[in-house]
C-alpha cells in the first residue's frame, strides 16, 4: 500500500463509501424486480471489501486481488439482473459505484493492472446490460464513465505518490549513509587521536630528552627507544595478539635479547577465551625465552588454525616450541 496514504484513514473513507453505496441500495428496492440478488450483493460487496482492506506488507496479494474481481463481476451481474430495463435505472444501480470502488482499492493497493482488468470487465457487463435496455448501447457505455474516471484518477494520484515515496525512501536511504559516513570519519577520527595520545605518552618523555639542545643520546636512551618503536610495531602489525600482558613479555624478552614478532593475519577479533588461552600461552613461551626467535601469527579465518606460536634457539634448532591453537566453533 501506498505510504502516504495511512490504513486507518483508507479504512474511513471506504467504510463511508461503502455506507452511502448500501443506503442507496436500499431506498431503491422499490425499483428493482426482486431484493434477494441485492441482498446478496451487498454482502458480496461487504465481504470484498474487507478482504481488501485487511493490512499486508507491500502490495494487495493476488488472492485478494483476484477476489475482489470476483466480487465486482458478482455484484454486477446479480444487481444488473434484477434493475429495470425500461427506464433509466436511478439509485438501483448503486453496484456501479460499488465496482469502482473496490476497483480503486485495488489500484491504490498496488495493483494497477489487476484494477484496469476490472474495469475492463466490469464496463463489458454494464454495456451488454444497457445495450438489452432501453438505454441502449450509448446509454451503456456512458455508465462506465465514473469507474473508468474514478480508477484513472486513481492511478494518476497513485503514481504521484509512490513516486513520492520513492524519493522519500532515497532521501533517507542518503541520510543513513550520510550518518553512518560521518559515524565512521567520527570513528577513525577518535581513534587517531587515540593513537596518537598513546604514543605522546608513552614516547615523549624520551623524545623531549633526546630533543634538547646539545643532549648526547646513550646507549640506554637507545635501547629504550628500540624497545618502544618495537612495542609500537608490535601494536600495528600484532593487533589482536598485542594485549597489554603480550606487550610487557615481549618488552622483556627483547631486553634480554629474544627476537620477537607479534603478526595479525587475521583481521579480525578472537573469540575472548581463545584470546584469554592464546595471551597466556604467549606470554609464558616469552618468559621461558633467554635467546632466539619467538613468533606468535594469528592466521586468516577459515583455516584450521586461529593462531600459531614458535620459538627456537640458535642453541638448539632441532627443540623448538609450536604451539597450536584451532579455529573454535561460534559455540565454543
Known sequence: MIRAISTKVMSLLCAVFVAVHIALGLLSLDLVSAAGPVYIAMA????????????????????????????????????SS?????????????????????LVIVNVRGRVLLSWIGVLISAVLVTL?????????????????????????????????????????QYSADARRAADWYAAEQAVHVARTEWLEHVRRIAGPALQRIAEAGHEITPAERQQLQLLEAQFRDE?????????????????????????????????????????????????????????????????EGGAQAVTIYA????????????????RTPEN
Open 44 to 79: 458480496v460487496y461487504v465481504a470484498a471489501v474487507v478482504l481488501l482492506l485487511v493490512p499486508k506488507p507491500g502490495k494487495l496479494p493476488l488472492a485478494s486481488a483476484l477476489a475482489a474481481l470476483a466480487a465486482v463481476v458478482m455484484v454486477t451481474v446479480l444487481v
Open 82 to 102: 434484477v434493475l429495470p430495463t425500461d427506464r433509466w435505472p436511478g439509485y438501483a444501480s448503486w453496484h456501479l459505484s460499488a465496482a469502482y470502488t473496490m
Open 129 to 169: 446490460w444497457g445495450a438489452g435496455a432501453s438505454m441502449g448501447l450509448v446509454g451503456g457505455l456512458m455508465m462506465n464513465i465514473a469507474t473508468v474516471g474514478w480508477v484513472l484518477v486513481a492511478t494518476g494520484i497513485g503514481h504521484l505518490l509512490r513516486t513520492n515515496d520513492n524519493k522519500v525512501a
Open 236 to 300: 600495528i602489525r600484532g593487533r589482536v595478539l598485542a594485549t597489554d600482558e603480550v606487550v610487557d613479555a615481549a618488552r622483556r624478552a627483547r631486553e634480554r635479547g629474544v627476537t620477537v614478532q607479534l603478526l595479525d593475519d587475521r583481521r579480525q577479533e578472537l573469540a575472548p577465551r581463545t584470546l584469554a588461552a592464546v595471551s597466556e600461552s604467549v606470554v609464558n613461551v616469552l618468559n621461558r625465552a633467554r635467546t632466539g626467535t619467538v613468533t606468535a601469527r594469528a592466521r586468516p
Open 312 to 327: 627456537s634457539t640458535p642453541e638448539n634448532p632441532d627443540e623448538a616450541t609450536f604451539v597450536e591453537f584451532p579455529e
